[in-house]
């Protein structure tokens, strides 16, 4: 038994190409479980067994692991009390092990070896299969070329190699049609844990795989003097990049774009058609949108700092261009430079401007008992609200020369108190709300206390709008409004 245990263990390391010590380790596994099921029928015994790597022999011992007093036995056929065993094992501690031999083992028998069988075989493809996976990993590649194995419901399977991964669904170029035997390209997206194991998940559909394919086709990013700054794609429609060089001799839009198109085309075919964009990337955030508005022509841009978006006003010709198919342009450009970004013609700009430019002056007139025209004078100097006026340094508001320094003290302390007690208001509406409204994803302060103050206190009471009374009531934009109602209405769900 003993030398053909060795011999066993030689011939599987070798057919299944890993460590004599992993196959040491899967035979003590599955002579441990088959003795388990022989000698201790019917309880979750603790069996271990050694197997001696020179001579073949083996021993096998039940343990239990000894547990303080208070915490009780969890796994009674697992575990000793330490007050029960402190006598016969003295200086045993708590977590330590206590073994008993195991005597008299029939190895003879038919499902002993069934058993010890089963587990060895499904033990070593585990094994072979990790073992498989840590080389591929240790390799580092980003794209893999493999075959497709097989097609289902929910992705494909690709063989790369002897390694097996899964290419999902919703990871594919959509309306690509894969077939069995084809061969394809895709990304290493991650490592996911499933019931049989790890499986590497590939991706052809996700922005990072676009970037890889660049690298690929220009020497230049590699060396690192061209760099892709960000990459937004609608997979098997539409992509943009944004890139820049870190040597100004190089032009980088061109460098990508290779002569006659050659190395873009070549990316191109790789994503069943794909039309890609190459931009320029730049550190202005306006000029950058320029550039990832392309090939729209755009007018004029107004950045809102603090909601982090930017008015793009554009000409009646270009402005099916920006908005692009479906609003695929703005769409992707918004997602490339991290910007909300909104369109719109001269006209739509001009109104915006004007209703702007109304609520403003209506603050200043009725919160600090301005006339109009001195309101009117004091936004066409550069401020617009109560919080500039208050807190902007006071010099800068008397070097704009619409008011003395008298007047600009007096106005700044109105608007400061102002502020204050709204910021008093403020705190008492959002003591009235609901928590469940103020921890709401999507809710601020403001918007709660402004909620509160229509008698909408609770996440229930949001839940019951329509996006079009929130907009009315809070004079948010309908992507906000609808996004906090569903917010709202998925507690109801989870609850």
């Not at 001195?374 to 100097?381: D, R, S």
């Not at 109560?386 to 006071?394: M, Q, R, T």
């Not at 619409?402 to 709204?422: G, P």
């Amino acid at each position: 038994m003993s030398r053909d245990m060795l011999d066993m263990v030689e011939a599987l390391a070798n057919e299944k190409n890993v460590a004599k010590d992993a196959v040491f380790g899967v035979l003590e596994t599955a002579l441990a479980s088959a003795v388990k099921k022989a000698q201790f029928p019917g309880e979750d015994a603790d069996v271990l067994v050694r197997v001696d790597r020179a001579t073949g022999d083996w021993t096998a011992v039940r343990r239990w692991v000894v547990v303080n007093d208070e915490a009780g036995l969890q796994q009674p056929d697992r575990e000793e009390m330490y007050s029960d065993v402190a006598d016969d094992y003295p200086g045993i501690a708590v977590g330590e092990y206590i073994e008993k031999p195991i005597e008299n083992i029939n190895t003879s028998g038919r499902r002993f070896a069934q058993d010890a069988k089963q587990v060895i075989l499904q033990r070593l493809r585990d094994a072979e299969r990790e073992q498989i996976l840590s080389e591929f990993l240790a390799r580092g590649e980003k794209i893999v070329s493999g075959q497709v194995k097989r097609v289902e419901k929910e992705g494909v399977l690709v063989e790369i190699g002897r390694l097996e991964a899964r290419l999902p669904r919703s990871e594919m170029i959509p309306r690509e049609n894969l077939r069995n035997g084809d061969r394809v390209r895709a990304f290493v997206l991650r490592v996911d844990e499933t019931t049989k194991g790890k499986q590497v998940i590939l991706s052809r559909a996700c922005p990072q795989f676009l970037k890889e394919l660049f690298e690929l086709e220009v020497p230049e990013i590699e060396e690192g003097v061209v760099e892709i700054k960000a990459a937004a794609r609608d997979p098997g429609s539409r992509a943009k990049i944004a890139v820049m060089s870190h040597d100004k001799r190089v032009e980088p839009v061109g460098t990508c774009i290779g002569i006659r198109g050659s190395r873009v085309t070549a990316v191109t075919n790789e994503l069943a058609g794909e039309r890609i964009d190459v931009v320029h990337w730049d550190e202005n955030p306006v000029q950058y949108i320029v550039e990832a508005l392309k090939p729209a022509k755009v007018s004029k841009v107004l950045a809102d700092e603090d909601l982090h978006s930017m008015d793009v006003t554009v000409d009646e010709e270009n402005l099916a261009i920006a908005i692009g198919r479906a609003g695929q342009n703005v769409r992707l450009a918004s997602e490339l430079t991290g910007w909300q970004i909104n369109i719109m013609t001269a006209e739509e700009a001009t109104q915006k401007q004007e209703a702007e430019i109304g609520a403003a002056r209506e603050e200043f007139v009725t919160e600090l008992d301005m006339d109009a025209d001195a309101a009117t004078a004091l936004i066409e100097a550069g401020i617009y609200t109560l919080e500039e006026l208050a807190y902007v340094p006071e010099q800068e508001i008397v070097d704009l020369g619409v008011f003395d320094a008298e007047t600009v003290v007096e106005l700044r302390e109105r608007a400061r108190r102002v502020l204050l007690m709204r910021a008093l208001q403020r705190e008492e509406n959002l003591r009235a709300a609901d928590k469940s409204l103020v921890e709401l994803e999507g809710m601020d302060n403001d918007l709660a206390s402004s909620l509160v103050v229509h008698d909408i206190k609770s996440a229930d009471q949001l839940a019951d709008l329509d996006t079009e009374e929130l907009m009315e009531i809070t004079g948010i934009d309908e992507d906000r409004a609808r996004n906090l109602i569903m917010a709202a209405r998925a507690r109801w769900t989870e609850e």
